[in-house]
């Protein structure tokens, strides 16, 4: 099986800047694209940013400029740097990945989106 642990959430005032990690773990056999949605109370989950694997990026038009996504394909770890951040920006933020994973027997299963637990980001204003 195999796992995503997030970091790095809290509160912090508008303006400000929070650093989000994330790490796979478990029997991967490859990632492809990681990312990062975000999901406020009443609304819908929505992407934040994403990364492939060899490093292209792709922002929401609200966090562009503002947020900066990076992955380490040699640590199974995708980070998201918020700064300028604005009270729109609360929500609970969770990481994905899309992940082949191999089991005991040698069975490759996959690819299949994997989720974090999500870790709650408020901006104060």
């Known amino acids: 099986q195999a796992h995503l642990v997030e970091s790095g959430g809290g509160l912090v005032q508008a303006g400000g800047s929070l650093r989000l990690s994330c790490e796979a773990s478990g029997s991967i056999f490859s990632i492809g694209n990681m990312g990062w949605y975000r999901q406020a109370p009443g609304q819908q989950r929505e992407l934040v940013a994403s990364v492939s694997r060899g490093g292209q990026t792709t922002y929401a038009d609200s966090t562009e400029g503002r947020f900066t996504i990076t992955r380490d394909n040699a640590k199974n770890t995708v980070n998201l740097q918020m700064d300028s951040l604005k009270p729109e920006d609360s929500a609970v933020y969770y990481c994905?990945?899309?992940?082949?994973?191999?089991?005991?027997?040698?069975?490759?299963?996959?690819?299949?989106?994997?989720w974090g637990q999500g870790t709650e980001v408020t901006v104060s204003s």
């Open positions: 994905n990945a899309l992940l082949i994973v191999v089991y005991n027997n040698g069975t490759v299963k996959g690819p299949k989106d994997y």
